[in-house]
């Protein structure tokens, strides 16, 4: 079975994508819950954030995700240390996951939405992209976060252009119609993908 890492900018759709895959039967192993569980109340992974970011980073026993946001998006020293205590727990959640699943004989998508940023293309056998236009992309963001057009073009411009994903990808899901040309899309992907595996 393939294992396919699913991937897109802030604000492009993967989520839709994700759960539209899932209803064909892929495994969805995805990064933002695996982050979650990693920084639960009472984790290691909690601790740890505490340790380097102070008791202002826990609320109500939970991460204070609005504190920490606030701090590691102009700060790259503060942005490693974070993704430096999250990282190897989440690749450790991923891990078990996308073994039972190809265990079981399912195809799985690992859902990562910085996967080129973290140079993770080679833990996967092909990336799809999920494709918006830099206008549609901030437009959704703004609309999604409710954010104004700096705080979102800061989002944006945080992560490899939509673009570049885009010509690196070996198949492109563009997003930039309703949710039925997506659904549509999906479907022909999906068709090519159980023909040529």
């Known amino acids: 079975m393939t294992v396919i890492g699913l991937t897109g900018g802030i604000a492009s759709g993967k989520s839709t994508v994700s759960k539209l895959l899932a209803a064909h039967g892929f495994v969805i192993v995805d990064a933002d819950i695996a982050a979650r569980q990693a920084v639960a109340k009472g984790t290691e992974g909690l601790k740890q954030v505490e340790a380097v970011f102070g008791p202002e ?79 549609v992309q901030l437009e959704r963001l703004m609309t999604r976060n409710d954010l104004t057009e700096e705080e979102a073009l800061a989002r944006i411009a945080s992560q490899l252009s939509i673009e570049e994903k885009k010509a690196r990808a070996d198949v492109v ?13 999906i479907k022909e992907i999906v068709a090519e993908y159980y023909k040529s595996h």
């Not at 899901?173 to 899309?185: Q, T, V, W, Y």
């Open 57 to 135: 980073a826990i609320e109500d026993g939970e991460m204070n995700r609005r504190y920490i946001g606030q701090q590691i998006f102009h700060d790259e020293e503060k942005r490693l240390a974070l993704n430096s205590i999250i990282h190897p727990i989440v690749r450790d959640i991923m891990e078990e996951e996308k073994q039972t699943a190809l265990a079981a004989g399912h195809p799985v998508v690992m859902d990562i939405p910085l996967l080129y940023e973290n140079e993770l293309e080679a833990t996967v056998d092909e990336v799809w992209v999920v494709y918006v236009t830099k206008d």
């Open 173 to 185: 899901i563009d997003n930039n119609g309703s949710l039925a040309d997506l659904e549509r899309r």
